[in-house]
Every structure is written in C-alpha cells, then in structure tokens.
C-alpha cells in the first residue's frame, strides 16, 4: 500500500493503551494479518483489550512494518490504523511503567537526555580517576591496569551491573505478573529460546524480511540484529575468559593477540561494529509511518554508544602498545559504564521485555482458548 508523505503525523486519539486496544479491535474483526507474527494470533485469543493484554501484545510486536503497509485502514483511510506505531508507543511506556525504582522511569522518558548524561559523567570519571596520567605513557605498554587497578574496576563494574540486572529483573518480574503468563513449561521455553535466537518475527511472516523505508522485503534489519545481539554475546564471552585467566589460570592482562579473550572479543567488537552501524543505518531510512518517531532518541542513541563501546573497544586493542592507550581506555571504559548505566533505563530492556512476552505467548497457545473463535 502506497503512503504519501501527508499522512505523517496523523494519530488516532486516545492514550497509548486505549490505542493498542482500538486497533486491536479492528484487527479482531479483520484478521488479514493473522500469518504476519506472534500478535494476530495472540489477538484472537481475546475479544477485550486491558491493560495488562494492551501491553503483552505491544511488546510481542517486533515493528517489522508488515501489517501497515499491508492494511487498507492504514492512513490516510480514516481509521487511521497504524499497528506498529500503537505497539511501539506503548512498548516505550512499558518500560516506563514497570521500570524499577519507579522515579526512574522518567529516564524512558528523557532517554536522550539520559544516555548523554550517563556518557559524559562516565567519561569524566574516568578521565579523573587516574589524576593526570592518561597522557603519559605508561612503564608496561598495554598494561591497563596501570592506570586503572584491577580490583578498582572490578568492583566499579561489578556493582553497577549487579544494580543493573537487579532493576531490570525487579522491572520485568512486575510486567511478568501482571500479564499472568501461566506456568513455563520445556517445551515453551524451547519454542520460546528458538524465536529469541532466530529473532523469528522479524522475518515477515514469509521468510522474505521486513518493510524498512517501503513496501519492499528484506532481511537487512534481521542480519543487523543478529550481529549486534551475537556481538555482544561474544564480547560478554571474552570477559568471562578473561575472568577465568586473572582469577583462576593466574594470567594478568594484556593478553596476546591469539589468546581466547582477545579473539572472542575481537569477534564480538566487529559484531557489535556491524550491527548497530547497520541498524543505524536501517533506521535513518525507515518509513516515516513505522515505529514512534518521539523514541528515536532513546532507538539511535543506543545505537551509537554501543558503536562507541565496541569502534573504541578495538581501537584499544589497535593501538594498547602506544602513547594513545590512556586516552582509548578512558572513551572506552566511560562508553561501557554508560552502557551498564543505561542497561535498565534504556533501549536494551526492550529484549528482555520482549523474550518475556515470546515466553507468555509459546506458554499461552499451548492452553486451550476460552473463546474458541480464533485458528488456535
Ligand atoms: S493491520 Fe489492517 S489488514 Fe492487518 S489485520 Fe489489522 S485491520 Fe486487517
Ligand atoms: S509490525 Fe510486524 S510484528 Fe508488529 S504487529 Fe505488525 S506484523 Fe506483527
């Protein structure tokens, strides 16, 4: 379906879960999407749209943009039926809603903000920590905990990512409950892994991809994920060995170009270059209709830090034997704390939300339908 650039900025009235549950209706009765993703099918499981379903729904949708420019109520048709954009503005309150402690929430809100502000205290911080001397150059090259003792960091990073998954955790578990998602069982959480891992839904429903900037197919924004979320799989592998070498074998930093840290974490850096470069990329040219365009600072911010994170993470790794060192580890070390930071109150919670509701609905087609009227 065609959509002129005059439909941009047209919205259905209504608060964002008072939308979802409008749209969700017309889809009700319509049904046209039902083979697209997750959503339609977990829609006909329900003839109401609370709170609580408002929210599970939104977070099932992966904003692949099928249904609106399949939909013949989509702007500029008066109903102004715009699915992906309902979803995605009342995923960005779901985070703010059940976020943990909950004055945080206003940091969804102000993520922009937020982000900056993490960035800059975190650089600051560790320009200030090691009083004057990451201009120096250091008496063992590529000796980071010269400037930076080991058990500094480690504690620094340890607490803040203990809070960090500790909110997250406290965030989710209350969005968990309150869509009573039912007992897990293997084989759904089996179900469940499998479209996490494969990111299942942002195949279109055909296996041909997304819409990104039209009406056109492709597998592009897939790709870009998986290399971002296999990215920082590998990143996270890399600290582990890395941890396993300090503590356990008694090998201290830096560790040789072939060593398992070093070659994981290389892996992953590219990753974590690729992807979120790309996804950047997907998002600039996407069509002005999909997704909210008020969370783009919250989507391409995140973008950005962990291209900071993962282009001064290898930079580091270029360039560890030279007068640069100081200056690399400082960006990189105040990126990755501004991404532990960020961690709870910024666009990563969106993967934890969303494998919850992936669990709920592998959970929720395995129980018989109350209203025996959809495909299930
Ligand atoms: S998005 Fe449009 S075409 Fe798809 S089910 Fe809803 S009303 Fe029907
Ligand atoms: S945007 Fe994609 S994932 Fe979301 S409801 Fe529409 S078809 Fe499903």
Redesign the pocket.
């Known amino acids: 379906m065609q959509m002129s650039d005059s439909t941009i900025g047209i919205d259905a009235p209504g608060d964002s879960e008072a939308e979802v549950a409008r749209?969700m209706q017309?889809?009700n009765?319509?049904?046209?999407?039902?083979g697209?993703c997750a959503v339609?099918p977990a829609m006909t499981r329900r003839i109401e749209f609370g709170k609580a379903d408002a929210h599970y729904l939104a977070n099932l949708c992966h904003n692949c943009g099928s249904?609106?420019h399949?939909?013949?109520?989509?702007p500029p048709h008066e109903?102004v039926?715009n699915?992906p954009r309902a979803m995605a503005r009342l995923r960005g309150k779901t985070y703010a809603d059940y976020a943990w402690p909950s004055c945080m929430g206003a940091a969804y809100r102000h993520a922009g903000g937020s982000l900056v502000l993490a960035l800059l205290a975190s650089l600051l911080l560790f320009a200030l920590l090691p009083a004057g001397q990451v201009f120096q150059s250091v008496d063992r090259p590529g000796d980071f905990f010269a400037l930076f003792p080991h058990g500094t960091l480690v504690w620094m990073f340890g607490a803040v990512f203990a809070f960090a998954a500790l909110a997250l955790g406290v965030g989710v578990g209350r969005f968990w409950r309150e869509v009573s998602p039912g007992v897990p069982n293997v084989p759904a959480a089996s179900e469940a892994a499998r479209s996490i891992l494969t990111l299942k839904y942002l195949d279109g429903g055909h296996g041909e991809g997304c819409n990104n900037e039209d009406d056109a197919f492709s597998l592009w924004r897939r790709n870009f994920h998986h290399l971002t979320f296999y990215g920082f799989l590998l990143c996270f592998a890399a600290t582990l060995a890395a941890t396993v070498y300090h503590y356990v074998l008694g090998i201290p930093a830096p560790y040789a170009l072939n060593s398992v840290p070093v070659l994981l974490g290389t892996a992953g850096g590219i990753g974590l270059v690729v992807g979120p470069a790309g996804q950047l990329w997907s998002n600039l040219r996407r069509h002005p209709l999909h997704g909210d365009p008020a969370q783009r600072p919250l989507d391409r911010g995140f973008m950005v830090l962990l291209l900071l994170t993962s282009a001064s993470g290898l930079a580091l790794l270029a360039w560890r034997d030279t007068v640069a060192m100081g200056v690399l580890l400082v960006v990189h070390l105040g990126a990755v704390m501004a991404f532990f930071l960020t961690l709870p109150y910024g666009k990563f919670a969106h993967g934890i939300y969303r494998s919850a509701a992936l669990l709920k609905w592998a959970i929720e087609k395995r129980q018989a339908s109350g209203l025996k009227l959809g495909s299930d």
């Open positions: 749209v017309i889809c009765a319509c049904r046209y999407c039902e697209f339609f249904c609106l399949a939909c013949q109520y989509a109903f039926l699915v």
